[in-house]
T-cell receptor, first 116, second 113 residues
């Protein structure tokens, strides 16, 4: 159990394009989902925390108008990179947690975004 | 281990030997810790967790040790196999509740067949 699916796994697009990434918890309800960004050979950096039915909480330095997060249901959160530029190229990973209390986060397999 | 610049520390072990991966965490108030394994091009995979009221927890071929006095966490992998080659991250939750994980810098484990 605790499977998190992320789609698409790889995106290549032109500069200026907006890209939507989906994160789904397949076999459990996720009250909270998290979005991370990872550059090569580095650790995961938290971008935002997404709670179902409310606005996402963004980490310092992350532009909320650039990275739009929607958490419309207990099984789906989306991250939209608006007007993407080459510097937005990265590996984006989501995770989901079953609920409150100390619970492990289960991760999707990530989305590799390449902006030309 | 500690990272130098952008390069992950690397641990190389012979197949069949035991591996020990170390992690220093930052927040003395953290009460929940997790080890994740990340293979190339994939998301982190949960390995084992431990709560602060414990100092040792064992899983299948893996053991996590927690030393709260020096804020140190270690992951021991017994009889390391080629499939264990990956980057390993420790993560802590600074406060109880559904708060974000804080990830360590990661260690790359390379298993020599």
């Amino acid at each position: 159990g605790a499977v998190v699916s992320q789609h698409p796994s790889w995106v290549i697009c032109k500069s200026g394009t907006s890209v939507k990434i989906e994160c789904r918890s397949l076999d459990f309800q996720a009250t909270t989902m998290f979005w991370y960004r990872q550059f090569p050979k580095q650790s995961l950096m938290l971008m935002a925390t997404s709670n179902e039915g409310s606005k996402a909480t963004y980490e310092q330095g992350v532009e909320k108008d650039k990275f739009l997060i929607n958490h419309a249901s207990l099984t789906l959160s989306t991250l939209t990179v608006t007007s993407a530029h080459p510097e937005d190229s990265s590996f984006y990973i989501c995770s989901a947690s079953r609920g409150w209390g100390n619970q492990p986060q289960h991760f999707g397999d990530g989305t590799r975004l390449s902006i030309l | 281990g500690e990272s130098v610049g952008l390069h992950l520390p690397t641990l190389s072990v012979q197949e069949g030997d035991n591996s020990i991966i170390n992690c220093a965490y930052s927040n003395s108030a953290s009460d929940y810790f997790i080890w994740y394994k990340q293979e190339s091009g994939k998301g982190p995979q949960f390995i084992i967790d431990i709560r602060s009221n414990m100092d040792k927890r064992q899983g299948q071929r893996v053991t996590v040790l927690l030393n709260k006095t020096v804020k140190h966490l270690s992951l021991q992998i017994a009889a390391t196999q080629p499939g264990d080659s990956a980057v390993y991250f420790c993560a802590e939750i600074p406060n109880s509740g559904n708060t974000p994980l804080v990830f360590g810098k990661g260690t790359r484990l390379s298993v020599i067949a």
